[in-house]
T-cell receptor
Framework: AQSVTQLGSHVSVSEGALVLLRCNYS??????LFWYVQYPNQGLQLLLK??????LVKGINGFEAEFKKSETSFHLTKPSAHMSDAAEYFC?????????FGTGTSLTVIP | KAGVTQTPRYLIKTRGQQVTLSCSPI?????VSWYQQTPGQGLQFLFE???????NKGNFPGRFSGRQFSNSRSEMNVSTLELGDSALYLC????????????FGPGTRLTVL
């Protein structure tokens, strides 16, 4: 069965510091990979997605992620954290006829 | 373009009752998916409808059902409500399905007493 693992349910970074949110998936076949963000009391918004092709994917708000097949990882990064980045981040994968979310990582940005 | 809308935004029901939630997708989107979000289980995929047909289904009991109309609007029904059904129910629409970008609505907060 497909699964998505997000390491670290809570991550704190200082404003201006690097943001790194980790995501690993389990699949023998590369799936379609996504990162979504959820702000308090709101629905989810797509940050970026990987389908095929270039393994470094750029998304909105300065975020990017790199698909590493050998490590089955799709970590999310942002060079410089902003206060507005504080939110819940979800890695997700679709494979076959299912859609799986990770358990989420809550990002706190410290001024 | 208007976003995905869900009604109602909040619902309170008692055990044993049934409930119907509504989702209006972005104009032109033919796929509507439903998700349940709880603190304990996180985000879980319920099902996906495309052009009025259920195309994919998650691992939920038959008490959870849905349908999609010709205008792509979708409804989700939960029968014989249990306390554990208390959750935020999110719907999302996309052009082609689960591999496409999904646009999420704000959700319906269901509380079962």
């Amino acid at each position: 069965a497909q699964s998505v693992t997000q390491l670290g349910s809570h991550v704190s970074v200082s404003e201006g510091a690097l943001v790194l949110l980790r995501c690993n998936y389990s699949s023998s076949v590369p799936p379609y990979l996504f990162w979504y963000v959820q702000y308090p009391n709101q629905g989810l918004q797509l940050l970026l997605k990987y389908t095929t092709g270039a393994t470094l994917v750029k998304g909105i708000n300065g975020f990017e992620a790199e698909f590493k097949k050998s490590e089955t990882s799709f970590h999310l990064t942002k060079p410089s954290a902003h206060m507005s980045d504080a939110a819940e981040y979800f890695c997700a994968v679709t494979h076959g006829n299912q859609f799986y979310f990770g358990t989420g990582t809550s990002l706190t940005v410290i001024p | 373009k208007a976003g995905v809308t869900q009604t109602p935004r909040y619902l309170i029901k008692t055990r044993g009752q049934q409930v119907t939630l509504s989702c209006s997708p972005i104009s032109g989107h033919r796929s509507v998916s439903w998700y349940q979000q709880t603190p304990g289980q996180g985000l879980q995929f319920l099902f996906e409808y495309f052009s009025e047909t259920q195309r994919n289904k998650g691992n939920f009991p038959g008490r959870f059902s849905g349908r999609q109309f010709s205008n792509s609007r979708s409804e989700m029904n939960v029968s014989t409500l249990e306390l554990g059904d208390s959750a935020l129910y999110l719907c999302a629409s996309s052009l082609g399905g689960l591999r496409d970008t999904q646009y999420f609505g704000p959700g319906t907060r269901l509380t079962v007493l």
